[in-house]
């Protein structure tokens, strides 16, 4: 069994990149297949909610809120629980039990006795496992990498994940056209399951918490996390950056599928189709992150990034049917090639820069910000489409969008080329 320390790995060859590093190779493929699972999910879960369950426009936006609420309730603690535990076996659990919460819609709906109110139940314990796996993901890269191998890593993890946007809204589409959207949630239970297979199989051994850093007080260890994004002038710019795209960015994909089945009057398949196509553009964005950071400057590429996150939002409310679909896809191609760039930028950035025993604290107390806001913007978005219309909703939604790159001007991103490697202080 191999044991490394962070930023070493004796898996690492100096040749072939990444691709031989095994134990990258093992969590890669993991996140590959959790992935794919989780995206099918947000496809077939509405779907399910939508088509057998006969539910409104605001129901299936709480459906989705439902997902990224636990960031609010418990993301906090669980950045400092990370902090303190090994990463490996948290993801390991993680996945297991978000096996065991989609198992159980199938189960239940072949009793005759799948509500609402459970696959409410499912989201949230799916949105809590969430929490826990990818605070711990993030902490957990650099174990097995060295720093400066961090960029090519989250670039492939981006590109795979962006992968998983396309593939399971496409997947889920397609079960539910040929067996039913239920069914489609079995092939998630298997993601998550193979997910914790991989991850058993990686040596790779983590440096042992200290006891003197379990025993500090977990309130201490919050408030530490948090003090240094809000007196960071980078990280607070990139979390209220983030919070604010998140609100259109979720706004309008809560209620994308009820407005595209119900609206448009599109079959199951084709709705699968074009949100893969629409999210697409992440692909090429993961791909090309690391050569834009490298000739454009990682703060240059951050704003670049922006831009197509926000403008291209726009063209999402002149979806119609037949040759009007090309709208949306284009411009879900943009926003994806957007944020893939930006995310991958962002993740590296936030790794390297960050003190290693403050990374998961810090890590969440971003995430809090940035997914905090995810649960409120599918409720409006619910709210605003039950009241005047689901079209209307997409329509505020993008246009909030299109706005938040203006951001990123007010910290000192504007005025540099290059993010720094450490803070200030240190």
Known sequence: MTTATRGDSTDVRPTGGLLRHRDFRLLWAGQAV??????????????????????????????TAAAWLPWLLIGLPAGAWVDRLPRRPVMVICDLLCAVAFLSVPLVALLDRLTVAQLLVVALSAGT??????????????????????????AKLQATQTVSYVV??????????????????????????????????????EPRVRPAERSRSLRRDITEG??????????????????????GLTGYQAVLVVF????????????????????????????????VARRCGTARALLIAAALTGPPALLIPLAAPGVGLAWPAVGGLLIGLGVAIGNVVKGAFR???????????????????????????AVLAGA????YGVGTAIIVMTAWLALTPLILFVGPIRRRRDLPAAPAAS
């Open 34 to 63: 959790s992935s794919v699972g989780s995206n099918v999910t947000t496809v077939a879960l509405p779907l399910v909610a939508v088509a057998v369950l006969d539910a409104g426009t605001f129901q299936v936006a709480v459906l």
């Open 129 to 154: 496992a969430r929490v826990f796996f990818e605070t711990a993901d993030q902490v957990y890269l650099p174990v097995l990498l060295r720093p400066g191998q961090l960029p090519e890593g989250n």
């Open 168 to 205: 399971g809204p496409g997947l889920a589409g397609l079960i539910a056209q040929l067996i039913g959207a239920v069914a489609a949630l079995l092939l998630d239970a298997l993601t998550f399951l193979l997910s914790a297979v991989f991850l058993l199989r990686i040596r790779t051994r």
């Open 226 to 247: 948090l003090r240094f994004v809000i007196r960071d002038p980078y990280l607070r710019v990139l979390t209220v950056f983030g919070a604010a795209s998140n609100i």
């Open 260 to 291: 595209l089945v119900r609206e448009l009057r599109l079959e199951p398949g084709l709705v699968g189709g074009l949100i893969g196509v629409m999210s697409a553009g992440g692909i090429i964005g993961a791909l090309l992150a690391t050569t």
């Open 351 to 377: 790794q390297t820069y960050t003190p290693h025993h403050l990374l998961g604290r810090v890590t969440v107390s971003m995430h809090l910000l940035n997914y905090g806001t995810i649960p409120l913007a």
């Open 384 to 387: 605003i489409g039950a009241r």
